[in-house]
């Protein structure tokens, strides 16, 4: 899940049919990796518009947190929100296009946009990130290289780095790496460390942590407990699972097969893939792209704080422990195989909501609104089938295979899945209502 993943922007002009995209990359090598999309300055009147730092230090910010090991598994969708945030104030100090989010002081005049972006993700990640110092200073000094000297090149790292102070000092206290445990004991329905690793719950604390716009975790991140062990609703997501998740099914379809696999791998890093991805197909301004980025990734690190909420609160045991132990559930219409075994094996968190389909569900919506149309036109490399990649021109077409994907993984139940995908749709459409507003003359 550990890949550090490079797309190259110039190859993802054309949707659909395209494979092969994904390269290896390391940090100091994604400015070189990513080719400058077409730029819309040029068509604007100044160079100062073009988005493409704005793409590389989202590559940077994603492979760096991803490959920071005090980071595993789904932490780094917080600190991409923490990145993007930064940029789009920076970005709107310069441009006051749209309500900034946290820094509202403006930018002196002169001041360049590009220099001010890359210097605020320059200093959130090396404050969350400080063991990639030596690597994210050698990119940052290749980014600013690139900018062409003077007082708005100054001016503008100044302001970069003002806008992420703020930030980073708002965000001194909200709760992060706090030391909260998984308590439920082990019982009929309640999750517990899970094969081959064993592994005690990752991030508890991000249950707590306070969100970046939601008002709370509990806002959306309560849906109401898991269908009773008894009832109906949880006999037919057990036995679809059953048949459909097992490494060993011969009921599940290659095609159903494929789909499973293609989203087992690290979801951060597919999901920004495709936002860049975006930037070339749209013909963005850094503006636009600035906004995009972190509507987005803002909205996926509060997709991840609601999801996590609900994980600690109702404990949900995977399929895994359901399907092992289905003669303790208390069901008749249960039958247990001991030697069931999933087809990928469990992240270290409860089943109860699924987490992927939260950033599935988040982004697709997100994204749809910042580019206000329907057809979210997104293509989706995959990080576990070397070389996959999917294009998806509408979110709802995306939602139904993560959906679908997760539950023939034999990793979730359905109704984890789709309660997931949910959150994560309320999640952006309240963030869109609420942030990110045109500024009003």
Sequence with gaps: M???????????????????????????????SISPPASAAGRSGGADLDPA??????QLAATTFVGDATKPGPIPF?????????????????Y???????????APHGTSARAAAVAAAYKILVTYSPSAQTALDAAYAQSLASLPDGKSKTKGIAYGTKVAESLIARRAHDGRDAPITFTKPPAPGVWRPTPPAFAPMISPWAAFVTPL????????????????????????????????GSATSTQRTPEETATALFYSGNAIIQFNAALRDQVAVRHQTIVTAARMFAAVDMSGADTYIAVWYCKMKYGFWRPDTAITLADTDGN?????????????????????????????????????RA?????IRATLPSTAVPGATRYYETGAALRTDVVNGRMWLG??????????????RSVADWSMDHYFEPVRA
């Design 2 to 32: 550990r890949h550090l993943l490079g797309t190259r922007l110039s190859a993802l002009v054309r949707p659909a049919t395209r494979r092969g995209l994904i390269i290896p990359a390391v940090l100091v090598a994604c400015l070189a």
């Design 53 to 58: 730092v704005v793409v590389q230090w989202n």
């Design 78 to 94: 917080l600190y991409m929100g923490f990145v993007q945030a930064a940029v789009y104030d920076a970005v709107m100090g310069v």
């Design 96 to 106: 006051r296009q749209y309500e900034p989010y946290n820094y509202r002081p403006r």
């Design 213 to 244: 716009m939601l008002r709370s975790a509990r806002q959306f991140g309560d849906p109401g407990p898991p269908p009773a062990l008894t009832s109906t609703a949880y006999t037919r997501d057990f036995n679809e699972v059953k048949a459909l």
């Design 332 to 368: 008749p219409a249960t039958v247990a195989d001991p030697a069931w075994k999933p087809l990928a094996p469990d992240p270290a968190y409860p089943d109860y909501v699924s987490g992927y389909n939260g950033q599935a569900g988040s982004f697709t919506v997100a994204l749809s």
């Design 371 to 375: 580019v206000n149309s329907g057809r």
């Design 411 to 424: 990793i979730h139940f359905r109704t984890a899945d789709e309660l997931g995908r949910d959150m994560g």
